[in-house]
Nanobody
Framework: QVQLVESGGGLVQAGWSLRLSCAASRSIGNFNAMGWYRQAPGKQRELVASITNDGTTDYADSVKGRFTISRDNAKNTVYLQMNSLKPEDTAVYYC?????????WGQGTQVTVSS
């Protein structure tokens, strides 16, 4: 079991930046990968970015070149740096931790980008 707490969301204008943080209650090195997902109203939850224990990253095409996922194992924290934000990035952003048997979710943080 692990608790994931996201922070850093908010209301920004298009073109601005935000950094999301996900603090885990125990070592994130115990998980195969950490990830950020998002869900916009009326849409399915989608993967935004992921990072494995060896630092391999993957991004949705819609955020490549704008978002960067990183991890600080000493702080048990995963970050999502979001630059050049667009109105279509508006969503609730969720942190996830993948073990060999299940995925754990945080409670989500709202990101709203105005045009």
């Amino acid at each position: 079991q692990v608790q994931l707490v996201e922070s850093g969301g908010g209301l920004v204008q298009a073109g601005w930046s935000l950094r999301l943080s996900c603090a885990a209650s125990r070592s994130i090195g115990n998980f195969n990968a950490m990830g950020w997902y998002r869900q916009a109203p009326g849409k399915q939850r989608e993967l935004v970015a992921s990072i494995t224990n060896d630092g391999t990253t993957d991004y949705a095409d819609s955020v490549k070149g704008r978002f960067t996922i990183s991890r600080d194992n000493a702080k048990n924290t995963v970050y999502l740096q979001m630059n050049s934000l667009k109105p279509e990035d508006t969503a609730v952003y969720y942190c996830a931790a993948n073990s060999s048997t299940r995925r754990y979710w945080g409670q989500g943080t709202q990101v709203t980008v105005s045009s």
